[in-house]
């Protein structure tokens, strides 16, 4: 005699959903395997592109501070509203020296403010960290196999001075910056190129940003948008992400994962 086939089971409670019975359960009438719905998604994701400024590491806040202070005494004060539109993109209408050399009436040395700007940036960041969970994320993506890239709107020589002293440059795939494209963000050429470094599909990618400019790239490139505010991003229009987090600490990254293989690519 044949052993019964294991079946679904109902989980306790009328509108509960079906729970997975021990075993593979067979469709009625022909006799195929159904399998687990866990397995039933395609896991998709190949990729995380990480933005750099704000993201894997606190730069925009203590440049905004190295330049308030720059203002500061200049008898100035440095509009946040005007600086905003500069996070994340290199193409920026605002210039912090044009700006505050028509607010005193005077021809500013661009060269002498921005080493005063290094040096600010440097007193303030001297015990800089990795933002939390970005360790994590990338530890992560190497034990699954995932490929990882940098994809910013910075300098190379920026991005790598800070890769290098946090020593993680070498956990990068690819790394694509403002030297590498005609147009940075909001524009997904910096995506894209990544993308295509990576070798991998608009939909097999994860973004990982915190502000809107790179929201917008990353979603005109097709990837699926996680976005993790900073102090001073925030409270701007961040609706376009697929997903909001206080931190990279919020959510591991399997859980990621899980969530991101459960969506309907955008």
């Not at 008898?75 to 700006?99: A, K, Y």
Request: charged letters at 25%; a neutral charge; proline letters at 6%.
């Amino acid at each position: 005699m044949n052993p019964k086939p294991k079946r679904l089971k109902r989980s306790p409670g009328t509108k509960a959903p079906l729970a997975w019975a021990d075993g593979p359960a067979r469709t009625r009438g022909r006799g195929k395997n159904l399998e687990p719905p866990s397995k039933q998604r395609r896991n998709r994701i190949k990729a995380l592109v990480f933005d750099f400024d704000g993201l894997i590491v606190d730069t925009e806040v203590p440049i905004f501070r190295a330049w308030q202070r720059i203002y500061r005494e200049h008898g100035q004060e440095l509009p946040l509203d005007r600086w905003l539109t500069i996070i994340g993109t290199s193409s920026g209408s605002f210039d912090p020296v044009q700006e505050l050399g028509d607010r005193i009436g005077e021809h500013l040395d661009e060269a002498a403010l921005d080493t005063l700007e290094r040096l600010y940036y440097a007193e303030s960041t001297a015990l800089q960290q990795l933002l939390p969970g970005v360790a994590e994320y990338l530890a992560g993506a190497h034990r699954l196999g995932l490929k990882t890239a940098v994809a910013s709107s910075s300098s190379r020589k920026w991005v790598m001075e800070h890769l290098e002293r946090f020593r993680i440059g070498g956990q990068f795939d690819a790394i694509v910056v403002r030297e590498d494209v005609k147009r940075t963000k909001p524009d997904p050429e910096l995506y894209r190129t990544a993308l295509q470094r990576l070798g991998v599909q608009p939909d097999e990618a994860i973004a990982l940003e915190d502000s809107t400019n790179g929201i917008h790239a990353a979603k005109a490139a097709g990837l699926y948008c996680v976005v993790v505010p900073n102090l001073l991003t925030a409270d701007l229009d961040l609706r376009e992400a697929d997903l909001r987090l206080l931190s990279l600490e919020a959510m591991s990254l399997p859980a990621l994962l899980e969530t991101v293989n459960g969506t309907k690519p955008s």
